[in-house]
């Protein structure tokens, strides 16, 4: 079945230090990729996409590319702020005609800090 | 735009008590709403995903008869938790989907079962 690896956190930088949060996917056919962010308390909130192969997402300075051949969606910002502090969850979901449709299967999540 | 309500947002309930939860998309119509459930410092899983007036389809291992989800309109999907016991304890999180476009989730609902 489809399935995300992030990776392991937590990771913790000093502001405005370069971020990279590693993803990795394994799926049928061309799923659509996605980053999620949690700030504490809160529910997730959709941070950038990407629906085919070499698409970028990009919001917030936060960018991630769509590498098929690396099945990856890694996501990156140049410079963190302590508002960033926050739980990130990569996510796929299946491409449509399957019977997983619409359902979304997420990452185990990474925690980032980030320290003035 | 694109806002989804969760009520309660916490509640604490004697082990053997059902519970409901709530979940409203407050400015789309929501054709589908998944219900999830997240364990600490875990991922989210998909516990079970519903159409406005059909029954819900359930993921592998998650009990109908414990997890009861109506969607009853476009607007609002119910999560009861029945006869909750002690590992019933979780953050639950809904989400609606107004179309094939992206999910919109919901604060989530910290549930304690004493």
């Known amino acids: 079945g489809d399935s995300v690896t992030q990776m392991e956190g937590p990771v913790t930088l000093s502001e405005e230090a370069f971020l990279t949060i590693n993803c990795t996917y394994t799926a049928t056919g061309y799923p659509s990729l996605f980053w999620y962010v949690q700030y504490p308390g809160e529910g997730l909130q959709l941070l950038l996409k990407a629906t085919k192969a070499d698409d970028k997402g990009s919001n917030k300075g936060f960018e991630a590319t769509y590498r098929k051949e690396t099945t990856s969606f890694h996501l990156e910002k140049g410079s963190v702020q302590v508002s960033d502090s926050a739980v990130y969850f990569c996510?796929?979901?299946?491409?449509?005609?399957?019977?997983?449709?619409?359902?979304?299967?997420f990452g185990q999540g990474t925690i980032l800090t980030v320290h003035p | 735009g694109a806002v989804v309500s969760q009520h309660p947002s916490r509640v604490i309930c004697k082990s053997g008590t059902s519970v409901k939860i709530e979940c409203r998309s407050l400015?789309?119509?929501?054709?589908?709403m998944f219900w999830y459930r997240q364990f600490p410092k875990q991922s989210l899983m998909l516990m079970a995903t519903?159409?406005?007036?059909?029954?819900?389809?359930?993921e592998q291992g998650v009990e109908k008869d414990k997890f009861l989800i109506n969607h009853a309109s476009l607007t609002l999907s119910t999560l009861t938790v029945t006869s909750a016991h002690p590992e019933d304890s979780s953050f639950y999180i809904c989400?609606?989907?107004?179309?094939?476009?992206?999910?919109?989730f919901g604060p989530g609902t910290r549930l304690t079962v004493t």
């Open positions: 996510a796929l979901r299946a491409n449509a005609g399957g019977t997983s449709y619409g359902k979304l299967t």
């Open positions: 519903s159409n406005e007036g059909s029954k819900a389809t359930y």
């Open positions: 989400s609606g989907q107004p179309g094939p476009y992206e999910q919109y």
């Open positions: 400015d789309f119509q929501a054709t589908t």
